[in-house]
């Protein structure tokens, strides 16, 4: 299969090309700069210049494609509502394309929080938020209301490996170091969905080829309390552990407290049942052990 991949270089992205290449899948990749692309064509992949802006470029991908695969999306936070913008608009561009075929569309979204003692299953079909407006699930799952082969792959909140330079497990560290401890919220028993990037990556490409339509999938291998989450960074970082209370936690971590403070438990049960994944990767806690793990 010939698939266009947005966000070929990025964490997920780029394990998602090479996972698809090793399965005998050929990879356009979408790249903004030349240099990138050169990268990522020493890697097997041929580059197309562009961004998710440039929707003629991304309509040449998914002509030129038997399937899309759709991991871009930027990391500058202030500019969200462009970013979901943008997002948007590109899903449904590949849906333009796509219309009255039966080529996959494999669209990103992510795990929030869940009601403390509930597991989100793949039933769900969480709305925008308001002060968070992406919708790349709710733009695919429209798209599959429109009879297209549209599914989604839902990202553990710590999709983790050696390496890691951004995400929440990077930023906890930062917090570690400068505040010299390595803080959870009373008991810490809250739960976070984990997944090493590589069993990330191979359940997008089960998506790709066994996925139907209006299906969400969870790349959930595990739900780790986050107590043995601070344990491991503070072992990492080199400072002790300690519980805080919601109020304390505020001041000490900043608009990450309501992640940390809260749960957001999953389960992979249908997706393992029904793509046959099996995560096979370190868990999260030995992985934030390893020596290489924050450089």
């Known amino acids: 299969m010939r698939v266009f991949l947005t966000g070929a270089n990025g964490w997920v992205g780029s394990t998602v090309a090479r996972v698809l290449i090793d399965a005998g899948h050929s990879v356009v990749g979408l790249v903004r700069s030349k240099e990138k692309g050169e990268a990522l064509a020493a890697a097997g992949v041929t580059p197309l210049q562009g961004s998710l802006t440039d929707l003629h470029v991304l309509r040449q991908g998914a ?8 991991t871009a999306f930027g990391l500058d936070f202030s500019k969200i509502a462009d970013l979901s913008k943008e997002d948007r608009e590109a899903i449904e561009t590949f849906g333009e394309v796509f219309a009255g075929s039966d080529q996959p569309v494999v669209v990103t979204g992510g795990l929030g929080l869940s009601p403390s003692g509930k597991m989100l299953d793949e039933d769900a079909r969480p709305p925008v938020i308001p002060d968070f407006p992406r919708a790349s699930e709710q733009t695919a799952f429209a798209l599959a209301e429109r009879g297209l082969r549209a599914s989604v792959v839902r990202l553990s909140r710590s999709t983790h490996g050696v390496g890691e330079s951004h995400g929440f497990i990077p930023m906890l560290a930062a917090v570690a170091r400068a505040k010299g401890v390595s803080a959870y919220v009373g008991d810490g028993q809250n739960l976070w969905p984990a ?27 595990e739900n780790v309390p986050f107590r043995q989450i601070a344990e491991a960074i503070g072992r990492q970082v080199g400072v002790a552990s300690k519980s805080l209370t919601p109020h304390e936690a505020e001041t000490h971590f900043g608009a990450l407290a309501v992640w940390v403070a809260g749960s957001g438990a999953a389960s992979s049960d249908w997706t393992r049942s029904v793509l046959g994944w099996q995560p096979e990767e370190v868990g999260l806690i030995p992985d934030i052990d390893r020596a290489a793990y924050h450089g």
């Not at 002509?63 to 759709?70: C, E, F, L, Q, S």
């Open 63 to 70: 002509r030129d494609a038997d399937g899309v695969i759709h």
């Open 195 to 221: 997944v090493h990037r590589l069993d990330a990556a191979r359940l997008f490409r089960l998506a790709l080829e066994r996925g139907g339509r209006n299906e969400a999938f969870h790349a959930v291998a």
